[in-house]
């Protein structure tokens, strides 16, 4: 077969080696090595700048994009590049590269035979070639797709008590749940996870296909009886909430005052304590440790493999204490090597450690918990310590054997295949779907005037010049009707438009039951749909349409949005509310332009139960004014984000550095397109700037 494998953080990598990037890596190797062919999509960036690679006798391809330069080109390149831009300057930056993605798996389709996609659920690479797939966007051939569980946003932010109303939270949560519930087929390594993620993503019980982790190429190291006579502890990971590290700490700190030779080793990286750019973790935990200790607790950061390799080779004990865990490489690495490790309940370590055989678990994930779970790993001799890191590394083997994943992975990729697409074809249905109206046809629209009568001129033209008329168009709220019919083309004065009195700040509610919309069918033409936009919108010629044709198609969605183009800011784009999540009107009162369907109007209570969101993945509309995103923030909000968003941030602007790196004949290609296009280059160089200038301040 021919696959597709998704990976951000495919190594090499601008972010931190994590359990993610460490999959895609072993699993495309070994799938290239059975025989099948792999097109792994990744990030490019200075340590990896070449656009395309090819290992394992050209089985395995690695396609590399760049987040802020265009992978297509053609007639719509002015739009892509403005586009891109916006994307990369949302609250949720990985978005961009998700609508690169779209854009190389869509060629990927056409041109070689792609047989199935997976991406994982983390930033949602996948959300935007499904969304496109579902409207019917993308190629007529249709591989299945494939979702793989590793870290939800929800359950991250959760245990690592990151505050959920960080800008990025919502839209990443959203985005992630989209892409599992439009997902073929839903793979997870651990039945830990997997029965998290079927209640978190609605989905049905043993849904979640379960198939560890490969091991890939750790080797076992041989130990000399000395070093299981150490009282020794080490970590692996990520300094993270999520991980345990302060339940550890406080464990450690507890029975180490009454062992006296009892040491502790921290390798990895340090992250951010509250998910913003604030305190660290690590910052946090030398706090806890007092001062008479802390000579025996080691923190050596982010280190090499190989080096990390030969710190394993001097401890008896590893241990993976987190709050809340998926299938851990830091465990099946650490048994790999012959380690026993001590771990808590709070994840699928429990599915690979025998209690007192392969290591030891903890009866809780407090530090109480781990507290007593160290001190029976003190209290085991060396001999018996060395016995059970042999059980640890037979158990790995055997659990996470290359070769039994990969049969397994490439049995179930076939019996996809055969399936075919069921999901992925369609927008996810909310939790309690209410079948639509199928006598509704049309649209409708209605204006809010604010007073500016040369903006509501420039509207009404744009509604006029749409590729599908409006069934009936109301302007709200407009008194000097005859000033504004004389500046109007003469086929748009019909009755179609019609010219209504409404009060200062009415709700949505208040004009569709001023127009009669929000009645019970009957009393006026059923309409499909409903357009509310602000007098500064301009529509493109084609929203009538494409807005209908998704409310036709997609039974379950009552929201439809675009992007908008803020044409004083031209990389500023609107992109709310986005997918699925929870909405009220209320929340449509501050959107500058949306669509309802019309059963939405007649609905009580919470329509986002009832009905889903969609945002169409292009520029249908733009706004003329200083009219803000409201619904994003607006203006004067300070948006807070978390370091994960703020390092994505970061390496979507890696362009200049990856050309510095890149191989010759790249940079000929490059500086060739300058000389081409210097109008493009110049654009670019601005947005760079004024991107520069914003981190600045």
């Keep these: 077969m021919k696959h597709v494998i998704i990976c951000r953080e495919y190594r090499p990598a601008p972010d931190p080696p994590g359990g993610i990037g460490t999959y895609a890596g072993h699993l495309a190797r070994l799938l290239a090595e059975s025989g099948e062919t792999v097109h792994v999509i990744a990030q490019r960036w200075e340590g990896a700048p070449s656009k395309v690679t090819e290992s394992c006798g050209g089985k395995l391809v690695v396609h590399r994009v760049s987040l802020d330069d265009l992978v297509q080109d053609g007639g719509r390149k002015a739009r892509e590049e403005r586009l891109l831009q916006g994307l990369a300057g949302l609250d949720c930056p990985s978005r961009a590269f998700s609508w690169q993605v779209a854009h190389v798996i869509e060629r990927l389709v056409q041109t070689e035979g792609i047989d199935l996609i997976e991406g994982s659920e983390w930033e949602a690479p996948l959300y935007y070639f499904q969304l496109r797939r579902a409207l019917g966007l993308g190629p007529p051939r249709k591989p299945p797709c494939l979702v793989h569980l590793h870290s939800p946003a929800e359950l991250i932010f ?162 993976v204490p987190s709050r809340w865990e998926n299938l851990p490489y830091s465990c099946i690495e650490a048994m790999c090597t012959g380690l026993p490790v001590l771990v808590s309940p709070a994840g699928g370590m429990t599915e690979l450690i025998t209690d007192a055989e392969s290591g030891w678990i903890a009866p809780d994930a407090t530090a109480g918990g781990l507290a007593s779970a160290l001190r029976r790993v003190l209290d085991t001799p060396p001999e018996r310590r060395a016995g059970m890191g042999m059980a640890a590394e037979a158990a790995a083997r055997r659990i996470c054997s290359n070769e039994t994943v ?39 629209v209605v204006v809010n005037y604010g007073g500016d009568s040369g903006s509501l001129v420039d509207c009404l033209k744009s509604i006029h010049g749409q590729t599908q008329p409006a069934s009936v168009v109301l302007v709200a709220g407009i008194k000097n009707v005859a000033g504004v019919k004389t500046q109007l083309p003469a086929a748009s004065s019909t009755p179609a438009i019609k010219f209504l009195e409404a009060p200062a700040g009415s709700t ?79 929340d449509v009162e501050r959107l500058p332009c949306v669509v309802l369907r019309a059963e939405v109007l007649q609905s009580q209570g919470d329509v986002s139960a009832t009905w ?86």
């Excluded at 440790?289 to 590893?318: C, M, N, T, Y």
């Excluded at 919309?517 to 749909?529: D, M, Q, S, Y």
């Excluded at 997609?554 to 908008?564: A, E, I, K, R, Y």
């Excluded at 709310?576 to 999540?581: H, V």
């Design 612 to 697: 889903t969101a969609l945002t169409y993945p292009d520029i249908l509309a733009s706004v003329t004014s200083s009219l803000r995103r409201s619904a994003e923030g607006g203006a004067g909000h300070r948006k807070r984000y978390s370091g994960m968003t703020l390092a994505v941030r970061g390496s979507a602007r890696l362009s200049l550095n990856w050309f510095l790196a890149a191989p010759w004949n790249e940079k000929a290609r490059c500086v060739g397109r300058v000389f081409k296009e210097p109008k493009r280059t110049a654009q670019w160089l601005a947005w760079h700037l004024r991107s520069a200038a914003t981190r600045a301040r």
């Design 508 to 586: 949505v509610s208040d004009l569709a039951a001023l127009a009669g919309w929000g009645a019970a069918p009957g009393t006026v033409a059923l309409l499909r749909g409903v357009v509310f936009l602000n007098e500064a919108v301009r529509l493109e010629p084609e929203f009538l349409k494409l807005s209908e044709s998704v409310l036709e198609r997609h039974p379950g969605v009552g929201l439809v949005s675009s992007f908008l183009r803020y044409e004083r800011t031209p990389d500023d784009l609107g992109a709310a509310p986005g997918p699925g999540g929870h909405w009220t009107l209320g």
């Design 158 to 319: 959760r245990h690592n008590d990151w505050d959920l109303t960080l800008s990025d939270y919502e839209p990443l949560r959203r985005a992630e749940e989209f892409t599992v519930r439009a997902a073929d087929k839903v793979l997870c390594p651990s039945r830990y996870l997997a029965r998290q993620c079927e209640r978190i993503f609605n989905l049905m019980r043993d849904e979640v296909q379960v198939i560890p982790y490969p091991l890939g190429d750790t080797p076992r190291i041989e130990r000399d009886l000395d070093v299981w006579r150490r009282d020794s502890i080490c970590y692996t990971g990520r300094l993270e909430l999520r991980k345990g590290v302060v339940e550890w700490v406080d464990a450690a700190v507890e029975v180490a005052q009454s062992h006296p030779r009892v040491e502790f080793d921290f390798i990895g990286g340090d992250t951010s304590l509250d998910g913003g750019p604030g305190r660290s973790v690590r910052g946090y935990l030398d706090d806890r440790i007092p001062r008479s200790l802390r000579d025996r607790f080691h923190f050596h950061g982010s280190i090499p493999r190989r080096e990390l390799l030969k710190a394993l080779a001097k401890a008896p004990v590893a241990v």
């Design 406 to 444: 990969v049969r397994r992975q490439i049995e179930l990729r076939e019996r996809l295949v055969q399936a075919g697409t069921s999901r992925s074809t369609q927008v996810p249905a909310p939790a309690t779907p209410q079948l639509p109206d199928n006598r509704r046809e049309g649209m409708g």
